[in-house]
């Protein structure tokens, strides 16, 4: 059974930075998409970014474009999602889940076949 664990979420003040890392164990990591979705309170979930299998990359928001850098290291088993500039808004619960092969179309979670169980993202000064 695959596994993913989210890592790297904390406070921090508008306008800086964190990187979040999600863990692969078991499965053919270099056969999975992986995705970044977030949920603010009282919001619905929505996909951030996404890798595929061959480290092609999408920023599923407009309001990320530019300040979200999604990655893959193979080796590590772990994608990491850099956040920068970032807004009271990117607050949420950040979630990393995992699919064959290509990224959702449009950030759809209910394709998502593996969830992590979330970090905490706040944005607060």
């Known amino acids: 059974q695959l596994e993913l664990v989210e890592s790297g979420g904390g406070l921090v003040q508008p306008g800086g930075s964190l990187r979040l890392s999600c863990a692969v164990s078991?499965?053919?990591?270099?056969?999975?998409?992986i995705a970044w979705f977030r949920q603010a309170p009282g919001k619905e979930r929505e996909g951030v970014s996404c890798?595929?299998?061959?480290?092609?990359?999408?920023n599923f928001l407009d309001s990320v474009k530019g300040r979200f850098t999604i990655s893959r290291d193979n080796a590590k088993r772990t994608v990491d999602l850099q956040m920068n500039n970032l807004k009271p808004e990117d607050t949420g619960v950040y979630y990393c889940?995992?699919?064959?092969?290509?990224?959702?179309?449009?950030?759809?979670?209910?394709?998502?076949?593996?969830w992590g169980k979330g970090t905490l993202v706040t944005v607060s000064s």
């Open positions: 078991l499965g053919s990591f270099d056969r999975l998409a």
């Open positions: 890798v595929n299998h061959v480290s092609g990359t999408i």
């Open positions: 889940a995992a699919v064959p092969i290509d990224c959702p179309y449009r950030g759809a979670s209910d394709v998502m076949n593996y």
